[in-house]
């Protein structure tokens, strides 16, 4: 069984010959750490024998500053990270009068999929070709700001309801592109939660957010993908509505905002794949090798058997991870996630 039918057949809830392994964004210095002759994250997840290869879209610099701060085609003004996503700092509307003059990004530019149709020509049918892209939300966030965004739900949902659907609409020609160029799934990173529980009300999910979502994720279907839903947080007071949309698969279900990969396995495990959950903001940054073997091995007898369960880090494999934990925890997974699983 090579990794795209290692994942596939994971993420349509099957059992495959071992859990699968995939992560979406994987800090430069983790994976130079690891393995020296990889030029980029593709390249680790070939060396590395992970079952996915991941892709993004391409948002050029428009304007750079001086300090270093620089604008994107969306307009958003961002501050550079040592993360591999970088900081939103600003974004261009505040009202209704500005979004109606706004211009978003042109979803056919040559260069919008990124390194999406190299994968596509290197990796189809060898490993899953995961495009990484969000609805509607945290795009709309950036454009107004986040706390105004949560601030407009109840101030001004007209400009709510615009925004979104303005947002979504470029989203949905971008993302039916990705899968018509060769892309197997989405992963829709929008977050809706801190650790503490859900940014907004289940009021507010199911007047603006749910709606959005479920719209992706039917066009995702349309073109014959698959839609993973990775939001951090805790999600628990949304998780029904958030599998209600149809979602293959929740990710990262992360452990320490009160996310039990068992609980949620044992909840949805006959409607969604789960997608998780090894901690990374502290098991795989500040723990011991042996702490990580043993966390990967609760994992899988947790989320496992029966199948269903892809592993991977609780939100990224960031810049703080010690690489010789990400090494543990891949060994660890192959390890014990043979199938059947028969852990003692």
């Known amino acids: 069984m090579n990794s795209y039918d290692r994942f596939m057949i994971a993420l349509n809830r099957g059992e495959p010959?071992?859990?699968?392994?995939?992560?979406?964004?994987?800090?430069?210095?983790?994976?130079?750490?690891?393995?020296?002759?990889?030029?980029?994250?593709?390249?680790?997840?070939?060396?590395?024998?992970?079952?996915?290869?991941?892709?993004?879209?391409?948002?050029?610099?428009?304007?750079?500053?001086?300090?270093?701060?620089?604008v994107d085609e969306w307009g958003v003004v961002y501050k550079p990270s040592a993360e591999v996503v970088d900081h939103p700092m600003s974004g261009p509307i505040e009202t209704l009068?500005?979004?109606?003059?706004?211009?978003?990004?042109?979803?056919?530019?040559?260069?919008?999929?990124?390194?999406?149709?190299k994968l596509v020509a290197?990796?189809?049918?060898?490993?899953?070709?995961?495009?990484?892209?969000?609805?509607?939300?945290?795009?709309?966030?950036?454009?107004?700001?986040?706390?105004?965004?949560?601030?407009?739900?109840?101030?001004?949902?007209?400009?709510?309801?615009?925004?979104?659907?303005?947002v979504l609409e470029t989203n949905l020609c971008i993302v039916r592109n990705a899968l018509r160029a060769g892309a197997d799934a989405v992963v829709l990173g929008d977050d809706y939660a801190g650790n503490g529980g859900p940014f907004f009300s289940p009021a507010n999910f199911r007047e603006f957010i749910g709606p959005r979502l479920k719209r992706m994720v039917d066009a995702i279907h349309e073109e014959g993908g698959k839609a993973i839903k990775h939001s951090d947080g805790n999600l628990w007071p949304l998780?029904?509505?958030?599998?209600?949309?149809?979602?293959?698969?929740?990710n990262p279900i992360e452990p320490a905002a009160g996310m039990d990969i068992g609980a949620v396995k044992r909840k949805y495990g006959n409607r969604v794949c789960v997608i998780g959950n090894i901690d990374c903001s502290f098991l795989l940054s500040e723990a011991s090798e042996e702490e990580v073997e043993a966390a990967v091995k609760d994992c899988i007898l947790k989320a496992s058997p029966g199948g269903g369960h892809i592993i991977s880090s609780s939100n990224s494999i960031h810049s703080s991870v010690k690489p010789q934990n990400y090494r543990r925890m891949i060994e660890a997974t192959r390890k014990y996630g043979t199938y059947p699983i028969n852990i003692v």
Request: hydrophobic content about 40%; some cysteine.
């Open 239 to 250: 998780l029904d509505m958030i599998v209600e949309t149809g979602v293959d698969a929740v």
């Open 122 to 166: 290197r990796y189809k049918k060898k490993k899953a070709i995961i495009f990484r892209y969000r609805a509607a939300f945290m795009w709309a966030a950036y454009l107004n700001g986040f706390e105004n965004m949560l601030a407009n739900f109840r101030m001004d949902p007209e400009l709510v309801n615009a925004l979104l659907d303005k």
């Open 97 to 117: 009068a500005d979004l109606k003059r706004y211009t978003p990004p042109d979803p056919q530019a040559p260069h919008r999929l990124g390194d999406l149709p």
């Open 17 to 70: 010959d071992r859990v699968p392994i995939a992560e979406w964004v994987i800090s430069p210095n983790v994976i130079k750490a690891i393995c020296p002759n990889a030029s980029d994250q593709n390249d680790f997840e070939e060396l590395m024998d992970l079952d996915a290869v991941c892709a993004s879209p391409q948002f050029r610099k428009t304007r750079e500053m001086g300090d270093g701060r620089y």
